[in-house]
């Protein structure tokens, strides 16, 4: 016989009522300019570490309201994270930055993108360079075990405007050693090099300036960058990216795409 009794309250609440939607999990706020969010993983969804989706809500007008996220957690993790920049006047952002466990989003299952391991020709290190929420295509590849394979040393270089904003980047690379998963992987191969341009710190200075004199090669301990050995992958505003750019072609280094493997590859932080 037909079961005719009303559907529970509860199990109603948890249909998707969104077209791609996914429920919120967990959401935690960094500063007032940051914040990061985990969503359910749709079953099909397959992406490469370093890769974006499109995600967002649903608008006034009724149509999504959609922008460009890296995807900051790993492929191998059953849920998705995502690091954000709040602009107050942001069309999404604005809303995005109230989400709550339990709420809805969109999210178009359709990864792609250039920050990619196999974007590049092999190496013996991997130099990730971010400014800011750039750093989010480096939370998946810096928790990738393949990252470790591929590559003798790993180094993540995060420039801020101040301590806290380098929280969501610290907090994951000081906890990777102990992770039940890829703790034993990660353990000698990832150096972690943060610096801040307006607070006081043991490290100062833009990514940049510290690339041009040589004191990053000087403070690692490390050679000049060479298109023998060392690759690139940058994550920022235009201007960084532009600026970083520049500089590794000066070491040799050339831009390479999904198409054509080279030294580095460049992706744009999307939001903000
Ligand atoms: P600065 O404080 O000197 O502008 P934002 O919060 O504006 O996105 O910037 C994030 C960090 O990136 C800041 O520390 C900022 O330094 C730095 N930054 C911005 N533009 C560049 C650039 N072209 N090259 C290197 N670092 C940059």
Redesign the pocket.
Known sequence: MNDTRPVKSDSAKAVPTLPDAQTVTSVRHWTDRLFSFRVTRPRSLRFRSGEFVMIGLMGDTGKPLLRAYSIASPAWDEELEFYSIKVPDGPLTSRLQHIRPGDQIILRPKPVGTLVLDALLPGKRLWLFA??TGIAPFASLMRDPDTYERYDEVIMMH???DLAELDYGRELVEGLPDDPLIGEIVAGKLRYYPTT??EQSPFMG???DNLRTGKVFADLGLPPMSPETDRGMVC??L??NK?IMAILETFGLREGANSEPREYVVEKAFVG
């Open positions: 400014t800011g420039t801020c405007r341009t307006r833009r990514i940049t920022g505003s201007q960084f600026d």
